[in-house]
């Protein structure tokens, strides 16, 4: 097995010198899954072209209400999600990104005044930062100083996921969110694949077992995550398919909330939710995730930890909640309605 120093220096080869676009990618893994929806589209009409050459991701994780935040994107690469949450925080927010390639760094900051030009804003409320997403102290990213944290098909490259996801939890407020994009695996990677320097740079090797996913997110005190998005990943060259064997991947987006006291299973306290309908680009309809979708004006019957992380994030203020947890009435049947993503059960406690 390959040290992660090595690692790290085969991502870096990889990305800053052998892959020179996205169409140098063997296949479709590490390139959106999914459609960069209203108001994005609009925003990236306005993102340089070499920035969105770049491009590594598998996904689009940019929720809704970032306004005024502080976000953090690991592994921005090229820049293309640090400008485009540029847009959305306004020149009020932030955005930090962190990357160790510095060939993709180099592309992200040369673009900078263009990008502001094109905003309109009067100084930059974007900063790069060259660094390893497993040490964001060395990066200077204080203790519960970020709202959001972001990523884009990068925490699957890293060797040491258990300390991205301490990371993670050091650096976000109370109430924070986590919301990134990532390659999934059905099962644990076999160690011959790990050492595959192609496989890993294509986003596979390093995959994630959903499995040790959710145990990460326990050992940092988090009991339930959320599913937004899911696709099964279709293997395009025949001797990836060859070397991949039986393993199925999955393209998946995730919502993870840093806040305390959220239970491993969802729990009925007879609480009520309904969404007002003001995030200007969602007027009809909130998705949490690929469980909840919340209906403007329409009350609806949600779990315990469901309503916590609406009411402990920065979504409060969207929603009118009825109800708290003096009573308590067993399990809450979770799952029971329409499924947006059905095609296996992968959601946290939330199931």
């Keep these: 097995m390959i040290s992660p120093e090595q690692t790290f220096e085969q991502i870096k080869e990889y990305y800053g010198k052998t892959l020179k676009s996205s169409k140098d990618l063997k296949n479709s893994v590490c390139c959106p899954a999914e459609k960069d929806a209203y108001p994005y589209r609009e925003i990236l009409n306005l993102i340089d072209e070499e920035i969105k050459d770049r491009f590594y991701g598998c996904g689009s994780p940019i929720p809704p209400a970032l306004s005024g935040c502080t976000v953090l994107d690991l592994g921005c690469g090229s820049g293309r999600d640090v400008y485009l949450v540029a847009r959305l925080v306004g020149e009020r927010g932030r955005v930090i990104g962190i990357d160790m390639t510095a060939e993709q760094l180099a592309i992200a900051e040369r673009h900078l005044l263009s990008q ?7 100084q930059p409320n974007v900063v790069f930062q060259r660094g390893y997403i497993e040490d964001l102290k060395k990066a200077g990213i204080e203790d519960r100083s970020i709202d959001v944290v972001i990523s884009n098909c990068v925490i699957n490259l890293s060797p040491d996921k258990k300390r991205v996801f301490a990371e993670i939890f050091r650096v976000l407020k109370p109430g924070g969110e986590l919301f990134f994009s990532d390659i999934f695996a059905d099962r644990r990677i076999p160690a011959y ?5 192609s496989l890993y740079g294509e986003c596979l090797s390093g995959a994630l077992y959903l499995e040790d996913f959710r145990r990460l997110l326990a050992q940092n005190g988090c009991l339930d995550y959320r599913v937004v998005t899911k696709s099964k990943i279709t293997l395009s060259d025949p001797l990836v398919q060859a070397k991949a064997g039986m393993i199925n991947f999955y393209s998946m987006t995730i919502r ?3 806040i305390e006291g959220l239970e491993d299973r969802c729990e ?4 009520i939710a309904v969404y007002e309908g003001t995030l200007p ?3 009809h309809q909130f998705l949490l995730d690929d469980q909840h979708v919340f209906f403007t004006g329409k009350p609806q019957t949600l779990c315990g930890n469901t ?3 609406l009411e402990q994030s920065r979504y409060k203020k969207y929603f009118k909640l009825y109800g708290d947890r003096t009573t308590h009435f067993g399990l809450f ?3 029971s309605g329409e499924v947006i993503q059905p095609e296996i059960n992968t959601s946290g406690a939330c199931c």
């Excluded at 502001?116 to 009067?122: E, L, Q, R, W």
């Design 268 to 271: 009925d306290f007879g609480q």
């Design 307 to 309: 309503a916590a992380m």
């Design 281 to 283: 680009e969602f007027p």
């Design 256 to 258: 993870v909330f840093n």
């Design 333 to 335: 049947p979770c799952g």
């Design 193 to 197: 694949l790990e050492s595959d320097p």
């Design 116 to 122: 502001m030009t094109k905003f309109n804003y009067s």
